[in-house]
């Protein structure tokens, strides 16, 4: 089957930086998305790895290592505002058009 | 602006009545998607269109119901037949050309059957 395994939840410090892994399963896919959820509100997209590395965009940055399975969400200068659910997601091969969202991730900010 | 629309925001019905979401798009995207989201759990795909007048079952479709007559428009019909309707409903667009794996959410339905 293909799956996608994340921690069900994160606290982490204001200012500080916090790492979310997706480790996942599955033959062979495009690349790994990154979502943002807020409470009560529609996912939006943060990122994508199509390649092996590092991709940085602002405070966040996204890394894949197909080799590994693996790949993660890192959040740097945390604010009270990244609060959120974060969902990794791949596009399988042969699979058409669908994406496959992992349980997504529930970060808690402490102040 | 370009964005996708869906109406309304929040929907109460009795059990046992079919209930149509409304899902509009204007960012001239072929690929249409029904996700569903229960309370602390990610997103389970219901029904998604890749082209106009095609669409294909994804992992929940049982009790629900679609059509794609326009690229711009992919609406969601939960029936009577769904046992467990209420729901966070969200819909999604992708350019299938475009980025694989970025799709475009709407503000999504808050569906509530009693």
């Known amino acids: 089957g293909q799956s996608l395994e994340q921690p069900s939840e994160v606290t982490a410090v204001e200012g500080a930086i916090v790492q979310i892994n997706c480790t996942y399963q599955?033959?062979?896919?495009?690349?790994l998305s990154w979502y943002q959820q807020h409470d009560g509100g529609a996912p939006t997209f943060l990122s994508y790895?199509?390649?092996?590395g590092l991709e940085e965009t602002g405070r966040f940055s996204s890394f894949l290592s197909r080799s590994d399975s693996y790949g993660y969400l890192l959040l740097q200068e945390l604010q009270m505002k990244d609060s959120a659910s974060y969902f990794c997601?791949?596009?399988?091969?042969?699979?058409?058009?669908?994406?496959?969202f992992g349980k997504g991730t529930r970060l808690h900010i402490l102040p | 602006d370009g964005g996708i629309t869906q109406s309304p925001k929040y929907l109460f019905r009795k059990e046992g009545q079919n209930v149509t979401l409304s899902c509009e798009q204007n960012?001239?995207?072929?690929?249409m998607y029904w996700y569903r989201q229960d309370p602390g759990q990610g997103l389970r795909l219901i029904y998604y269109s890749q082209i106009v007048n095609d669409f294909q079952k994804g992992d929940i479709a049982e009790g629900y119901s679609v059509s794609r007559e326009k690229k711009e428009s992919f609406p969601l019909t939960v029936t009577s037949a769904q046992k467990n309707p209420t729901a966070f409903y969200l819909c999604?667009?992708?350019?299938?050309?475009?980025?694989?794996?970025?799709?475009?959410f709407g503000p999504g339905t808050r569906l509530t059957v009693t």
């Open positions: 960012l001239n995207h072929d690929a």
């Open positions: 999604a667009s992708s350019a299938t050309s475009g980025r694989a794996g970025e799709q475009y």
């Open positions: 599955t033959s062979g896919f495009y690349g």
């Open positions: 790895n199509a390649l092996d």
């Open positions: 997601a791949v596009r399988p091969l042969n699979r058409d058009d669908k994406i496959i």
